[in-house]
């Protein structure tokens, strides 16, 4: 496994504010990856590193911003949080010259009132 | 585009029973990695599988197996005498350069 760790695991916050969502691996894959999942649509990807100096937007970038800080950390900003935003989201961490397996943290969970 | 479709939203069984879980999915891409993952209540994502888009064999791995057919556009999941433990829901995903999961199966299996 990848020993993915995110922080904080749950948060509620109000619409407007800042939040940022952390994320660190300990296994020293190239790639992270941050996604959401709402009920019905399954994952989502937001964006995606595949190293400190190559960000990717996904499916859903629209509202968030990230930062590879190390090759171990990923985090994910939400400048001005909506309740739309809210939603379990996760990190994800795997490597190879392809899209290889990733390995998932164990989520957070955002609650935008 | 990329485009992952589970089109049975939920399925409900009786342990013991078999079930398949269906996957079809969409790319104009000749390289690709499918997967399937199990999320079950506790809500972790657990990886199960992975497939390149050049290995069609079939896969068994205990009461799992899995059946890619590329003809079909489809990788589906199937349990056999399936169990408790097994209620999750499962994702199906595809990768080329970007992943796409599909909307999830809930599977539900009563004693």
């Known amino acids: 496994d990848a020993d993915v760790t995110q922080t904080p695991r749950n948060r509620i916050t109000k619409t407007g504010k800042r939040i940022m969502l952390e994320c660190s691996q300990t296994k020293g894959h190239d790639r992270m990856y941050w996604y959401r999942q709402d009920p019905g649509l399954g994952l989502r990807l937001i964006y995606y590193?595949?190293?400190?100096?190559?960000?990717n937007k996904g499916e859903i970038s629209d509202g968030y911003s990230v930062s590879r800080q190390a090759q171990a950390k990923f985090s994910l900003s939400l400048e001005s949080a909506i309740p739309n935003q809210t939603a379990l989201y996760f990190c994800?961490?795997?490597?190879?010259?392809?899209?290889?397996?990733?390995?998932f943290g164990p989520g957070t969970r955002l609650t935008v009132l | 585009a990329q485009k992952v479709t589970q089109a049975q939203t939920e399925i409900s069984v009786v342990e013991k029973e078999d079930v398949t879980l269906d996957c079809v999915y969409e790319t104009r891409d000749t390289t690709y990695y499918l997967f399937w993952y199990k999320q079950p209540p506790s809500g972790e994502l657990v990886f199960l599988i992975r497939r390149n888009s050049f290995d069609e064999q079939n896969e068994i791995s205990g009461r799992y197996s899995w059946n890619f057919q590329k003809s079909t556009s489809s990788f589906n999941f199937t349990i056999t005498a399936s169990q408790v433990v097994d209620s999750a829901v499962y994702f199906c995903a595809l990768s080329d350069r970007d992943m796409r999961f599909g909307a999830g199966t809930r599977l539900t299996v009563k004693p």
């Open positions: 590193s595949f190293d400190v100096k190559d960000i």
């Open positions: 994800a961490a795997g490597g190879g010259e392809v899209i290889d397996t990733q390995y």
